[in-house]
């Protein structure tokens, strides 16, 4: 009869609880330390970072801007526009 429990017991997965709640618990862990860390900006560094975010933004629609004005003779001549 030990036989059959041991054959019967080896069929069943174990699953292992340590295993998988491990990493949940060390990732909430990590991101407590990470938010406690986190410091607001101040009104200068915010302000800063607002006219920096502002430039780029105008940057890329220049160059979107400058692509499209090629772009369009480009394929008026590879299309060939008829009127």
């Known amino acids: 009869m030990s036989d059959t429990e ?3 017991n ?3 997965p174990f699953i ?3 295993a ?3 990493p949940i618990t060390s990732f ?3 991101s407590q330390l990470f938010m406690n ?3 607001k900006p101040s009104q200068k560094e915010f302000w800063r970072i607002f006219q ?5 933004f105008l940057i890329m629609g220049f160059i979107g801007f400058v ?3 090629v772009h369009i003779p480009i394929n008026n001549i590879i299309v060939g526009a008829t009127a």
């Open 6 to 8: 041991t054959s019967s």
């Open 10 to 12: 080896s069929k069943t």
């Open 16 to 18: 292992d609880q340590d």
């Open 20 to 22: 998988l709640t491990e």
């Open 28 to 30: 909430a862990k990590q």
């Open 37 to 39: 860390r986190c410091t």
């Open 52 to 56: 920096v975010v502002g430039v780029g």
């Open 67 to 69: 692509v499209k004005l």
